[in-house]
């Protein structure tokens, strides 16, 4: 994962801040044409999306909090990594302004915090609903640890299968 921390300007008014700088993208070593796609989702407090992949190649995104707060989550789930498995969370907030880059290969999912809060992310590939992968927020091998009451969660998202089921699909059970 790569962190990238802006420095928003505050005054009076509120704040202003740079959200995506070519320079700085390529800086850390990420092509800024990749990215094909942005999208936005809006979520009320305690509502979890995920936690969601793609088989394949999968897509990386660039993920931030445009209004709100969030718990934001990614599970490596590449077979051939040497942190399968491994998960990684990040308070993403509209204060901060921070984003995260998460690579191609990692399930991704997260838990509104605030009674709104929006999210929003940049992929790497078009959307392709053949090569959806999806795992049970509640996992007991994961531990995903959601901090909020849980609200809503999508029919999808209620009926994914384990992450002993994704392993097994790998190569990895």
Not at 75 to 96: C, K, N, V, W, Y
Not at 118 to 127: N, T, W
Not at 131 to 141: A, G, K, N, R
């Amino acid at each position: 994962m790569i962190v990238f921390q802006p420095t928003p300007h505050r005054d009076a008014r509120g704040y202003y801040s740079r959200i995506y700088d070519v320079d700085i993208i390529t800086q850390a070593g990420l092509d800024p044409a990749a990215f094909k796609q942005e999208n936005q989702a809006r979520s009320y407090q305690g509502v979890i999306r995920g936690l969601h992949g793609r088989s394949g190649a999968g897509e990386a995104k660039l993920v931030r909090c445009a209004h709100g707060a969030f718990l934001d989550v990614a599970i490596d789930a590449r077979p051939d990594s040497s942190t399968f498995g491994a998960m990684e969370t990040f308070l993403l907030d509209d204060q901060q302004c921070r984003q995260v880059y998460i690579p191609r290969g990692f399930l991704h999912g997260w838990q509104s915090l605030t009674s709104v809060a929006d999210l929003v992310y940049r992929v790497d590939d078009f959307y392709n609903p053949g090569e959806e992968v999806s795992v049970h927020y509640l996992d007991p091998d994961l531990a995903v640890p959601w901090p909020a009451p849980i609200t809503v969660v999508s029919e999808r998202d209620r009926t994914a299968g384990s992450w002993a089921d994704y392993k097994a699909s790998v190569g990895r059970g």
